[in-house]
C-alpha cells in the first residue's frame, strides 16, 4: 500500500518570504500522480498543483513550484513571495496511475502560518 | 467555487441514529469520491462511484453505505452512528476515471454525533 508522509507539522514564515513544505511517499508504482492540496480556514480542499511521475520536469503554478525527486521520492512544495492568504493546512497526495483505483492517498498535513 | 455541491454543511446527531449525507459532482464529472477526515484519522478515502457503478472501496466501514443515482449525485449512508464517526466529509468529482484528472471537493458536511 502506498503512504505519503509530511514530517513537519506546523511550519510559519514571514509574509513576502519563501517557504518548502516536505512529502515523501512509499510506492512500487512506476507511474503515478503527485498532488498539493490547500485547506484554508474555511475548511474547503483546494488543488495547488500536480506532477506526473513520468514528466521529469517540475511543476510550476505562478508562486507555487514542486521539486519532485523521483528517485529518493520525495515531492516537496515550494511558496514564493509568500501572502497572508497562503495561511492553510496543505496535503500531500498520491494517486496510482494506469489500472489503478484514482483515489488520493494523503499525508497527515502541514499547518503554515504566513505571518505579517 | 468548485462546483462540487455537498448538503448539508452541518449535522448534528446522536448516536445510533442513521444520515444520509449528499453530494452533486461537477456537470459533466461522471466520477465521485467519498472521504472521511478526522482529527486522528486525517483524510481518508472512502468509496468511488463512477456513471452509477461502485468503482473501488477504501476503508468504509460496513456501517456505512453509499450509491450513486442515474442523475450522477452521490448518496453516503451512515447508520448505527458512533461518537468516532464524528468528522468532516468531503465529496469530490472528476471528468471520468481518465488519468490525470484533478478531483475537485465539495465544501465538506460536518458531522457532530452528540
Known amino acids: 500500500a502506498q503512504t505519503v508522509t509530511q514530517s513537519q507539522p506546523e511550519m510559519s514564515v514571514q509574509e513576502a518570504e519563501t517557504v518548502t513544505l516536505s512529502c515523501t511517499y512509499d510506492t512500487s508504482e512506476s507511474n503515478y500522480y503527485l498532488f498539493w492540496y490547500k485547506q484554508p480556514p474555511s475548511r474547503q480542499m483546494i488543488l495547488v498543483i500536480r506532477q506526473e511521475a513520468y514528466k521529469q520536469q517540475n511543476a510550476t503554478e505562478n508562486r507555487f513550484s514542486v521539486n519532485f525527486q523521483k528517485a529518493a521520492k520525495s515531492f516537496s512544495l515550494k511558496i514564493s513571495d509568500s501572502q497572508l492568504g497562503d495561511t492553510a493546512m496543505y496535503f500531500c497526495?498520491?494517486?496510482?496511475?494506469?489500472?489503478?483505483?484514482?483515489?488520493?492517498?494523503f499525508g497527515k498535513g502541514t499547518k503554515l502560518t504566513v505571518n505579517p | 467555487d468548485s462546483g462540487v455541491t455537498q448538503t448539508p454543511k452541518h449535522l448534528i446527531t446522536a448516536t445510533g441514529q442513521r444520515v444520509t449525507l449528499r453530494c452533486s459532482p461537477r456537470s459533466g464529472d461522471l466520477s465521485v469520491y467519498w472521504y472521511q477526515q478526522s482529527l486522528d484519522q486525517g483524510l481518508q478515502f472512502l468509496i468511488q462511484?463512477?456513471?452509477?457503478?461502485?468503482?473501488a472501496k477504501g476503508n468504509i466501514l460496513e456501517r456505512f453505505s453509499a450509491q450513486q443515482f442515474p442523475d450522477l449525485h452521490s448518496e453516503l449512508n451512515l447508520s448505527s452512528l458512533e461518537l468516532g464517526d464524528s468528522a468532516l466529509y468531503f465529496c469530490a468529482s472528476s471528468v471520468d476515471m481518465g488519468l490525470n484528472q484533478p478531483q475537485h471537493f465539495g465544501d465538506g458536511t460536518r458531522l457532530s454525533i452528540l
Open positions: 497526495a498520491f494517486m496510482k496511475g494506469q489500472g489503478g483505483s484514482e483515489k488520493l492517498v
Open positions: 462511484y463512477y456513471n452509477g457503478e461502485e468503482r
